[in-house]
């Protein structure tokens, strides 16, 4: 079981940090940058100067988060899930032996639901931190003040440590969106029959959920939100983790009746 965990782990890792760069690429205008003609009447300057001037403008953390995500935030929710799909292996391989093999059914499902979930939303948040890790190495701060998820940090914080920022806002409300999204596909993976029922009903309840937000002007269940923390504006911290309660709470629904089921059915 392990060894399929890091399949999974590896498809997501690679899923989502190219799902990152090509995002920032193609939305920051990095790929554009490259190839554009730099012997246009309306530039001044060599190519060297001019593409460095460019590159220079658009190499900023604000910039570099804002545009890794521009493309793909519809979409997130579906790849930070992708290591749940291990779940339907333990479906098959331990849980049709459950009557003979586990004295307490419903306690072994509930530990490989959080364990699956927690272990998924480490991934995607170590796959974050290496990007931005790797990201920072040429990135400077443009701005000094980020929004409103930096409101429990001191005063200067993001101005003084941008990098830290960032890998704070990964292991604080990232890894609690992603474990919740985890954990809510975990739960449909007990009901469901296909691993891509499972993906695809994690993005349309998020998309679907988001648009009633909207539409009422309720954020409540606007997990966006959330995933939006580097551009929270006057949001403050607090208020980015109520959606995250919010989908947790469904989550629960959704694990009750599906570990009734597994129960019923094994």
């Not at 498809?11 to 995002?23: K, P």
């Not at 290591?83 to 530990?111: C, D, G, Y």
């Not at 000094?144 to 890998?167: C, N, S």
């Not at 959330?226 to 629960?252: D, M």
């Amino acid at each position: 079981m392990r060894k399929i965990f890091r399949r999974y782990m590896i498809i997501t890792t690679i899923v989502l940090v190219v799902s990152l760069f090509l995002s920032w690429g193609f939305s920051s205008h990095f790929f554009e940058i490259l190839t554009m003609d730099y012997s246009a009447p309306d530039l001044s300057g060599s190519k060297a100067e001019v593409q460095s001037m460019f590159l220079n403008s658009i190499l900023t953390w604000e910039n570099f988060v804002d545009s890794s995500m521009f493309y793909i935030i519809n979409f997130l929710p579906g790849i930070v899930v992708l290591p749940t799909i291990v779940l339907f292996e333990e479906k098959k391989m331990q849980f049709t032996l459950a009557k003979n093999h586990f004295a307490n059914l419903r306690k072994s499902i509930l530990v490989s639901v959080l364990r699956i979930s927690l272990l998924s939303a480490l991934t995607s948040c170590m796959v974050l931190t290496i990007y931005y890790s790797i990201g920072g190495i040429f990135m400077h701060r443009e701005i000094d003040h980020i929004g409103g998820f930096a409101d429990f940090l001191p005063e200067y914080f993001y101005e003084m440590h941008p990098y830290l920022f960032f890998l704070i806002m990964v292991w604080t409300i990232y890894l609690a969106t992603f474990f919740v999204l985890s954990f809510l596909a975990c739960s449909l993976s007990l009901t469901v029959g296909h691993p891509y029922q499972t993906i695809l009903a994690v993005v349309v309840i998020c998309i679907l959920l988001s648009f009633v937000s909207n539409l009422f002007s309720f954020p409540i269940f606007n997990i966006y939100i959330s995933l939006l923390a580097y551009n929270s504006g006057a949001i403050t911290t607090y208020q980015l983790f109520v959606p995250v309660l919010c989908f947790a709470v469904i989550g629960l629904i959704f694990y009750w009746f599906g570990e009734k089921k597994m129960r019923l059915t094994y």
